[in-house]
């Protein structure tokens, strides 16, 4: 539980390592719930890290009369970074977005019913892992689209063990995200809509990309 939070509930982080070519980005994502779940609080803040320095290019003039110039390229630390905050309280969600060129706020009202949280998405694949066979849905909000959708769920057993989990975050959404997971609600296999696959990375890939993390 946060130190700021006088209350007892939930909390979850998760850290993240994205490598796109030559740039990093590491993510890390806390979001905490009351048990009452009447609070919530989470925030996630994306940094990208390149490996190499970026070079800006500089002009220094050589010879003032002939308008003649030295081009040099100088190295530079840049980062960009992207931050969310959330906060539900009050029955109402507030949230704020900076990214390297603004800064927004946005305000909803919580959904009356069915209303599912940062930390309870991430742990309904242990919760549905023992229900029989169907379909769930609830409203929930995504960071991704930055906005309060109704979700389903639905899940599907296999006869190893395994289950799957179809998970289409908003009514407009043509394509499920599918994600297996093993008897013991470990990931193996997420296919997002539009056909990507994400695998979980060995030990050694981890270590070899995030040394300083790993335990």
């Known amino acids: ?6 209350r007892f509930g939930y909390k979850i982080q998760i850290m993240v390592r994205m490598q796109l070519k030559g740039t990093l980005f590491d993510s890390v994502n806390v979001c905490y719930m009351a048990d009452e779940r009447d609070e919530e ?20 003039i050589s010879d003032r ?25 009050n029955k109402k969600i507030q949230l704020t977005r900076s990214d ?13 019913k069915a ?30 689209s930055g906005k309060i959708s109704f979700r389903t769920e639905r899940l599907e057993h296999k006869s190893n063990g395994n289950y799957l989990i179809y998970s289409r975050l908003a009514p407009e959404d043509i394509q499920e995200q599918v994600t297996e997971y093993d008897h013991k609600g470990k990931i193996v296999l997420r296919i997002l809509a539009g056909g990507r696959k994400l695998i979980p990375a060995a030990r050694r890939q981890i270590e070899a990309r995030w040394p300083q993390f790993v335990k």
Do not use: C
């Open 1 to 6: 539980m946060p130190a700021y939070i006088e």
């Open 41 to 60: 609080i989470w925030s996630i803040r994306t940094t990208e890290r390149p490996q190499h320095l970026r070079k800006i290019v500089k002009y220094r």
């Open 65 to 89: 009369q002939k308008l003649k110039f030295d081009v040099q390229e100088v190295p530079i630390d840049l980062q960009n970074s992207w931050v969310e905050t959330g906060l539900l309280s």
């Open 100 to 112: 390297p060129s603004s800064n927004k706020h946005y305000e909803w009202d919580v959904p009356n």
């Open 115 to 144: 209303y599912l949280s940062q930390a309870d998405l991430y742990l309904l694949p242990l919760i549905l892992q023992d229900q029989p066979d169907g379909q769930w849905g609830f409203y929930a909000y995504h960071p991704n």
